[in-house]
């Protein structure tokens, strides 16, 4: 186990903040992280993964441990279906692709989410009409002050919008070490009805699509909306689409007739936070070295050296001047590191 004093973070956070880590080292197996986890020598310790749904906002005083833990097994499967148990340190783009390369279906829609595979239940990643909790079992979880491994239902999960167990009462208690998927071998109920899909295969002249069709229209339309982390930092989709209660909806839409919307039951309704935070200005707006996307408002950028100080307070002018002018509130999607 090799610990690393003072080292940069910036390629470790795909918003490209440089701050430092007192302390680091790569988790590359259970047992080096069950020894990690145990040295006493290093009271406070920070997990770290792919690094695409956190801010960073200053230097890193902890044991910073880097969760690359690899592997693909499989646990079961019929004519129908598959479940895989995959480790943490997966890529979840790369695993979504090598699941089309063995016509496994499911994740189509969610190519190109950046980060890792054990970070994908914390949120409940999702885009594009599916999320995690569709093809999501369980997951194994190493709780951080015994090393024990617990595994979790889908129902203990407690998923939500882009919630879950992981993100609330399980915070920082344990570590996601790998995920069981259930995806089909035959008969995929493809989803394309969501956004622009639809379109795009439409404008590929594919009328039968094929899964790779299904993740190839999903990449194109958000590579032409999202910026490549490599080239420009940011973590996609910085806040969460509001879901808001009946009565503020039909006041929002008596006032916004022209505006998009998904009802999300017959009590509540979605409301992009793009469209919202677009129509106050911001979209394509630069402050210093922070910045919101040209082509999706919903993404905050840092075009050199912005300091995650300067990504928060251009966030929080956001959050502001949306509730100022449609009385919605919306909330970071992002891990905020203070």
Sequence with gaps: MKIHKNLS????????????????????????????????????????????????TKDIDALVLYINIKGKVIVSETEDDIILKVMAGENWHDFVLWTLDQNYGGLENMSLIPGKVGTSPIQNIGAYGVELKDSFTSCEAMEISTQKIKVFTKEECNFGYRESFFKNEGKGKYIIVSVNFKLTKRNHQLNTSYGSIDKELEANNITNPTLKDVSNAVIAIRQSKLPDPKELGNSGSFFKNPIVAVNVFEQFIANNPDAPFYKVSDNEYKIPAGWLIEKCGFKGKRFGDAGVHKNQALVLVNYNNASGKEIIDLAYQIIEEVEKQFNIRIFPEVNIIK
């Excluded at 390629?11 to 986890?37: M, P």
Aim: glycine share 6%; aromatic share 10%; proline share 0%.
């Design 9 to 56: 973070l910036k390629k470790y956070n795909t918003f490209g903040i440089d701050v430092c880590a007192k302390h680091f080292c790569e988790i590359s197996s259970l047992e080096t992280l069950s020894k990690a986890l145990q040295l006493e020598a290093y009271s406070n310790k920070f997990i770290i993964s792919g690094g695409s749904n956190m801010l960073l």
